[in-house]
């Protein structure tokens, strides 16, 4: 273990259930950006943010594989996963039910997108970007969102509406994603259409 371990959630119990909470609120109302609460009274490992740390904590435990990216795979990281989620770090995509993106987006076909008997059995990629906005040319629709909604995301690739697209061209299977940006979360469900606003 190196240095000295951060501490994990303030209040383990109560403070998971709320991070759950808005983590299946995100994903259920895909475009609504939510601001997460403070759960860490010493801050995250970098370079993780506040956001991704949190969640973290919520949802890895000893039964799910997680695969960090080059960017987030640092000794410091790790130690502090293992110790407060004991979850398995894995370095096959394909293995993986969790994934933390701190750098550039991977190839998503690497990681599982489970099965037409379950698609429950696929990967949720936690995805650190520059920022989040309300407004701005990207285009959302689909179930949990009331005829359409436009963000701007930063620091993901143009090409994120077709990467999405055939994503969500293999439903009932795909992947989930939760987008972090400081203490802001959003998610990105299988289900949601990405289109790029025409000028």
């Known amino acids: 273990m ?11 119990t109560l403070d998971s259930q709320r991070l759950f909470r808005a983590a299946l609120e995100a994903l259920s109302r895909p475009g609504r950006i939510v601001t997460l609460p403070d759960t860490l009274p010493d801050g995250p490992p970098a370079p993780l943010m506040p956001a991704t740390a949190a969640l973290a904590l919520a949802l890895f435990d000893y039964e799910t594989p997680v695969w ?9 990281v790790c130690d502090w996963l293992r110790f407060h989620c004991g979850c398995p770090l894995v370095t096959d995509k394909a293995a993986a039910d969790f994934a933390i993106i701190a750098g550039a987006l991977p190839d998503l076909s690497d990681f599982p997108v489970g099965s037409d008997a379950f698609p ?11 920022g989040l906005e309300a407004g701005g040319d990207l285009r959302l629709s689909g179930p ?8 701007t995301i930063k620091g993901l690739p143009d090409t994120l ?37 025409k000028e």
């Not at 949990?144 to 963000?151: K, L, N, Q, R, T």
């Not at 940006?181 to 990405?194: D, F, N, V, W």
């Open 2 to 12: 190196t240095g000295t371990l951060l501490a994990g959630l303030a209040d383990p």
């Open 68 to 76: 960090l990216d080059e960017v987030a795979n640092t000794p410091a």
């Open 120 to 130: 429950d059995r696929s990967a949720t990629l936690l995805v650190q970007v520059a």
């Open 144 to 151: 949990g969102i009331d005829g359409d909604i436009s963000i």
């Open 161 to 197: 509406p077709t990467l999405w697209e055939a994503n969500q061209s293999l439903f009932p299977c795909g992947l989930d994603l939760l987008l972090t940006a400081g203490s802001m979360l959003l998610g990105l469900p299988r289900t949601t259409r990405i289109d790029r606003r």
